[in-house]
């Protein structure tokens, strides 16, 4: 029997405070945030990275990038070291066979990154997970990618959709977080699944899965979309997702 990919959209949750020190099983905690309302802590940030990062950030050209790179790789580490029982600085990172972003010895911590614009999502869980965050252009040129990045049903899809732009966000969306979350990131396969409102099967051998997967989107204010992906569950996502605010974070 084959895999499939289980697609819908969901409400944006409402946001929670401070988050829980602990990490629930199956439970996804997302944060959503603008890197402007944590420019004013960059020196401060830049001294929770390690030697690598650093350099990374120097080799930017904007320093909005540099900015933004700072406060994400900072902010990801002030959280998983508060799962993770250690200080931010000594968060290890390390990759997967797919050149995954995970932890060294992660001790079942799980987490990806998304960024869009000025807009950051950092999902952290006990299961494999993917989010993609995109910020929605009114006049981008989305037929281009879509031609070959698409499945012909979706294209079709496409064709009849009274908002193409939206749509095709979603889509987008949806496609990059279920390549994130596997760890394949983006290839050239991304034409042969579809990913619709339905449970769409997987073409047998696609990727090296060997689960079923769920996709959930949701509208984020401020015209984003943002998708995430996990191993299906047995529970709906609507009670296992928590947005929460770090500035609410007491970190």
Known sequence: ???????????????????????????????????????????????????????????????????????????????????????????????????????????????????????????????????????????FDYMDIASYSFAQEELTWLNESQHPVDDFFCLWTRKEAFLKGTGSGLTDTMHEFSCLDKDNPLPAGILGINDNWDLNTMKIPGDYFLSIATAESAAPLENQLFLFDFSHAAL
């Open 1 to 139: 029997m084959g895999y499939h990919l289980s697609c819908q959209s969901i409400a944006c949750p409402e946001s929670y405070g401070q988050a829980p020190q602990t990490l629930t099983p199956g439970n996804i905690y997302l944060w959503n945030l603008e890197t402007d309302q944590y420019l004013h802590r960059i020196a401060e940030f830049k001294k929770l990275l390690s030697v690598e990062e650093k350099l990374r950030a120097e080799r930017y050209y904007q320093q909005k990038d540099t900015e933004r790179y700072i406060v994400t790789r900072a902010i990801l580490r002030l959280l998983l070291a508060r799962y993770h029982s250690c200080e931010p600085e000594k968060i290890k990172f390390t990759t997967n066979k797919n050149r995954k972003p995970q932890l060294f010895e992660g001790n079942g911590i799980y987490f990806n990154v998304s960024h869009s614009h000025q807009r950051i999502a950092i999902a952290i869980s006990t299961q494999e997970i993917g989010v993609d965050l995109e910020f929605v252009k009114p006049d």
